[in-house]
Nanobody, 115 residues
Framework: VQLVESGGGLVQPGGSLRLSCAASGVTFSRTNMRWFRQAPGKEREFISSISSVGGNPFYADSVKGRFTMSRDTAQNMVSLEMSSLKPEDTGVYYC?????????WGQGTQVTVSS
């Protein structure tokens, strides 16, 4: 299983970014996908998830109303649209796929929110 994140960068507070995660080596249509982030000096935290069949994603309270997760099964990709970004959204964002009882992670993409 390989997960490759992209789309991170430096953005000013209040700005927007779109992250993408390309998945391979997995039956994507049967895999629940999640996004996590890890801020400097902090533990990795859950951001959002979407089931294998799509539907309404689930979000952490800290990002609800600002972030939107989606999946494109034809492209084997998930995305995370982030808006109204805050300095506390800074961190490395990771894509996650859980296959049976095994978690797979991408290498992460850095998001920095700063003026």
């Amino acid at each position: 299983v390989q997960l490759v994140e992209s789309g991170g960068g430096l953005v000013q507070p209040g700005g927007s970014l779109r992250l993408s995660c390309a998945a391979s080596g997995v039956t994507f249509s049967r895999t629940n996908m999640r996004w996590f982030r890890q801020a400097p000096g902090k533990e990795r935290e859950f951001i959002s998830s979407i089931s294998s069949v799509g539907g309404n994603p689930f979000y952490a309270d800290s990002v609800k109303g600002r972030f939107t997760m989606s999946r494109d099964t034809a492209q084997n990709m998930v995305s995370l649209e982030m808006s109204s970004l805050k300095p506390e959204d800074t961190g490395v964002y990771y894509c996650n796929a859980r296959v049976l009882t095994t978690d797979y992670w991408g290498q992460g993409t850095q998001v920095t929110v700063s003026s």
